[in-house]
């Protein structure tokens, strides 16, 4: 009696999780693991029911269910590269890479898939089988690639760099000590750059702050290039060059630094001493959410972050992505601002920090607020044509910032310390991959840095104070340490080696 071997469907399943692991597996050094499981569940879940639904359908044929449903996932998901290539292209004065005309491509393209799919009247096991088989290659090219990088990185020997918590120092009486508010305006460059390189004058803003009581610095110079290194650094108050032995200077990994942020020695310091740490999200990686946070304040609807940007770049939803993007990222910015200004309400003695992904690129902004017609959605748009877009979104912080700054001043009990800083200036060309001139250097790297310290003064501050003194001086005004003043310098590292530090210190100072 022969036995009839039953044809396992896994196909339509595979398919739709390969983008997410092939996304995951060449992003890996930039992302952790669980920014994948929301976006691996809904596409998971989406296939399941797309199942159900053919099934239902088609009488209860369960392969011609399972074909018809790999072919919408593979047309979903390839979408957005397949325009990608051919964006660009025109014959004479036609421009043949419209959203419009790949539309109907594909639509045709599934019309016909799932004409031949019907039709068939032959045994589907075969095809079954074949696809299967694609399916699980494509998944363990996936995995082998991303467990091959886990074990190189995990096999190297690394030194202790991720922040130990501070033994507990607890104040008993907080009631006098102040507020801090640590905002970070992402991209934001100095006035000095302003004026050079875009021939804007920013003394309206600055003389606003001046006027409320706020420092605002001359000459300061981020000591690192890019967000995360910088971030890591003023939020441990050091000089991180040592992970060039630690990771590597070949390296791309973020995890250590990702760590390094979220567990840092300047929230530990706080939280020892009895303040309670807000963090609100950012929609980027290791700062739109803080594990170690006694408060996350999430202020946007959607749980979004780059990596879920990315994977609907590939897909067909990615026709769309300029309305839904902006919608998104502009809501983002104007909950941030909202959400700062009223969490003087919550009681107790807080540390807050905010990372504000603006006025670094997309372009969201006019400068009085409203939508940019032609927004730019490109995370490392610095290009010279971008500048008004820059200078206009950069008016409209200025604006909201200074709102928030009076609402905070005018209606907290204690006067709280403010700390406004970016992290680095407009990268231009960095990005990129050419070799920046030293012009692009100094854009690149001289920032917008002001403090409001009440009670004390501003005695300590000077024009050249880079991030990594910022809370050795705050702390040693209002919680009498002795932190030693670091020199302050300045260090540049391309993406592709973000651990390969070059020194500009003489450089790009003023």
Wanted: with cysteine.
């Amino acid at each position: 009696m022969a036995i009839m071997k039953k044809t396992i469907i896994v196909h339509p399943f595979l398919f739709a999780l390969f983008p997410v692991l092939f996304l995951y597996s060449h992003n890996i050094a930039q992302l952790s693991f669980s920014e994948t499981l929301l976006p691996a569940a809904i596409i998971s879940g989406a296939a399941i029911i797309g199942m159900l639904l053919l099934w239902i359908i088609l009488k209860k044929d369960w392969k011609k269910a399972g074909i018809i449903n790999t072919v919408f996932i593979i047309l979903f998901f390839s979408y957005g590269r397949v325009y990608g290539v051919i964006k660009a292209w025109q014959i004479g004065d036609f421009a043949v890479g419209r959203h419009r005309y790949l539309m109907i491509v594909w639509a045709l393209i599934f019309i016909a898939g799932i004409y031949l799919t019907i039709r068939i009247r032959k045994d589907l096991n075969g095809l079954t089988n074949i696809l299967n088989i694609i399916a699980i290659v494509l998944i363990l090219f996936s995995l082998i690639s991303i467990v091959t990088y886990k074990i190189k990185i995990n096999s190297g020997e690394k030194d202790n760099i991720i922040s130990v918590q501070e033994e507990d120092h607890v104040i008993e009486d907080l009631e006098g000590y102040p507020d801090i508010y640590y905002i970070i305006l992402d991209g934001y460059a100095s006035s000095n750059s302003l004026k050079q390189f875009y021939d804007y004058d920013n003394s309206g803003f600055t003389d606003y702050l001046g006027g409320k009581g706020f420092y605002v610095t001359e000459e300061s110079i981020s000591n690192y290039s890019s967000s995360f290194l910088s971030l890591a650094s003023s939020l441990n108050m050091e000089y991180i060059n040592y992970l060039s032995d630690s990771i590597g200077e070949e390296s791309e990994d973020r995890t250590a630094v990702y760590q390094m942020i979220e567990n840092n020695k300047v929230m530990s310091f706080l939280k020892s001493r009895g303040y309670r740490f807000i963090h609100l999200s950012s929609g980027w990686g290791p700062t739109n959410h803080n594990q170690y946070a006694d408060l996350n304040i999430e202020v946007s609807q959607l749980k979004w972050n780059e990596f879920n940007t990315l994977l609907i770049q590939t897909t067909v939803l990615g026709a769309f992505e300029k309305k839904f993007f902006e919608d998104t990222g502009r809501s983002r910015v104007i909950n941030t601002f909202k959400n700062l200004s009223q969490i003087y309400e919550i009681e107790g003695r807080k540390f807050i920090f905010s990372h504000i992904v603006c006025p670094h690129p997309p372009y969201l902004f006019d400068k009085d607020g409203g939508p940019v017609p032609e927004v730019a959605f490109d995370m490392d748009d610095w290009g010279q044509e971008q500048k008004q877009y820059y200078l206009n979104q950069l008016i409209y912080i200025n604006k909201e910032v200074e709102k928030l700054v009076g609402e905070i001043l005018a209606k907290s009990e204690v006067p709280p310390i403010i700390i406004l800083q970016a992290d680095h200036g407009p990268h231009n060309t960095f990005i990129v991959g050419k070799y920046p001139t030293d012009d692009m250097f100094k854009e690149g790297m001289r920032i917008f840095n002001a403090y409001y310290l009440p009670f004390e003064g501003d005695g300590p501050l000077y024009d050249s104070i880079s991030p990594v003194n910022t809370f050795r001086i705050v702390f040693n005004l209002y919680f009498d340490t002795d932190f030693e003043l670091l020199e302050d310098r300045n260090y540049y590292s391309f993406a592709f080696e973000p651990y390969r530090f070059i020194e500009l210190t003489d450089m790009v100072g003023y």
